[in-house]
C-alpha cells in the first residue's frame, strides 16, 4: 500500500499507524465508542492504546474496552498504567491481571498528580516510568518461568526456551520538554533509562511543529537511545479543545492556527482546518522519517480518519493477516 502527501506528492510506503482511546464514563459513551473503535480497527491499525486512571480509577472500565479490542477485532490492545497513586504491589498485581486477561502491550508513565497537588505526591514506591518498565517485564517472567525446548536434530536433547516478553512495552517521550525536566538534556537522559529499563517503543505527547519532533529524534539518537520514537498526533478541531491542550502541555500553539480556529465559527470548515495542520504536521514528520504515526482520538474517528484521507493511509495495509502478525 501506499500513501502520498496532502500535496498530492510522492507515494511512499504505508505506515503503521495507531491509536489512543480514553474509557467511556457512560453507557452511551460505550455504545459509541464501540462503533469508533470498529471503524478505526478497519483501517489496520498496529495496536490502539487505553488510558488508564491514577491508582486504577477507571481500570475496570479500560479493562472492558481492551477485553472488547481482543475479542472483536484483530488489532493489538495497549494498556497504560502510571506511578501516581499506585504501590509497587498494586502495579504488580495490575499488570498480571491484564496479562491474564490476554493483554501483552503497555504503556508504562510516571503520571501526573491531580491538579494543585506536590509533583511528588501519590508515587509510593514506583518512582519512574524506567522502575515501572522492570516491574512489567518481571511480572511476565514470573508468571512464565524458564522451560526446556527440544534441540533439532538431537533427540532427547534440550535446552532452555526463552522467556516470552511483553508484546510492546512503550513509555511517553517529549518533543517540547517535560514539565518537569531542567533541560532537554534531562529529557534525553530519562528515554535512555527507560530503554535500559526494557521499553522498546517511544509515544511522543502533543507537539506543534515538525521541527520540535525531529530536532528531538535528532537528539535522542545523538543521546544513545534506539528504540523506535512514534509522533504523537490530534486533530485540534475546535477553539476550546485547542485552549485546553495549551492549558494541558504548557505548550504554545501556532499563532496561524489559533488564528483560523477562531476566524471561523462554522464547525465544518473549523473541522476542515483542524484536520489540514494536523494532516500537513504528520506528512512533514512522515516525510522527515517518522517510523510510523499515533493519533490521539479524544474517542472520535471522524477527524482522524480524515487526516489518513489526506495522507492517502486509510486503506488497511494489513488486510487478511491474523491478529498476531506484528509490525515493527
Not at 92 to 101: H, K, T
Not at 156 to 182: D, K, L, Q, Y
Not at 194 to 199: D, I, S, T, Y
Not at 266 to 277: I, L, S
Request: proline share 9%.
Amino acid at each position: 500500500m501506499t500513501g502520498t502527501a496532502p500535496d498530492g506528492g510522492d507515494c511512499r510506503p504505508r505506515p503503521p499507524i495507531s491509536f489512543e482511546l480514553f474509557p467511556p464514563r457512560t453507557d452511551a459513551a460505550a455504545l459509541a465508542l464501540g462503533s469508533t473503535i470498529d471503524r478505526l480497527a478497519d483501517t489496520g491499525p498496529s495496536f490502539m492504546s487505553v488510558t488508564f486512571g491514577a491508582g486504577g480509577s477507571s481500570r475496570d472500565r479500560s479493562l472492558t474496552v481492551l477485553r472488547h479490542m481482543l475479542e472483536h477485532t484483530r488489532v493489538e490492545p495497549m494498556a497504560h498504567l502510571t506511578c501516581v497513586g499506585s504501590s509497587h504491589a498494586e502495579a504488580n498485581r495490575l499488570v498480571r491481571e491484564f496479562l491474564d486477561a490476554g493483554i501483552t502491550s503497555f504503556l508504562a508513565l510516571r503520571g501526573d498528580p491531580p491538579a494543585g497537588a506536590d509533583p511528588e505526591a501519590g508515587l509510593g514506591d514506583l518512582q519512574s516510568a524506567a522502575e515501572l518498565v522492570q516491574l512489567i517485564h518481571r511480572v511476565q517472567e514470573e508468571r512464565e518461568p524458564f522451560g526446556q525446548a527440544g534441540i533439532p536434530g538431537l533427540p532427547g536433547a534440550t535446552s532452555i526456551r526463552e522467556r516470552p516478553r511483553p508484546e510492546r512495552v512503550a513509555v511517553a517521550a517529549f518533543p517540547t520538554g517535560h514539565p518537569r525536566s531542567r533541560d532537554l538534556e534531562q529529557d534525553i537522559d530519562t528515554l535512555l533509562a527507560k530503554e535500559v529499563a526494557g521499553a522498546n517503543l517511544a509515544l511522543t505527547q502533543l507537539f506543534w511543529g515538525a521541527d520540535d519532533y525531529l530536532g528531538f529524534i535528532e537528539r535522542a539518537r545523538a543521546g544513545g537511545v534506539t528504540m523506535p520514537i512514534l509522533p504523537g498526533i490530534m486533530p485540534v478541531t475546535t477553539p476550546a479543545r485547542l485552549a485546553r491542550l495549551v492549558e494541558l502541555t504548557g505548550v504554545p500553539a501556532p499563532s496561524r492556527l489559533v488564528r483560523a480556529l477562531e476566524a471561523d465559527a462554522d464547525p465544518d470548515r473549523q473541522f476542515a482546518t483542524g484536520v489540514d495542520h494536523a494532516a500537513r504536521l504528520a506528512a512533514d514528520v512522515l516525510d522527515g522519517g517518522a517510523p510510523g504515526l499515533h493519533l490521539y482520538t479524544f474517542n472520535r474517528h471522524e477527524a482522524v480518519l480524515a487526516v489518513l484521507d489526506r495522507l492517502g493511509l486509510r486503506t488497511p495495509a494489513f488486510a487478511g493477516i491474523e491478529r498476531n502478525t506484528r509490525t515493527p
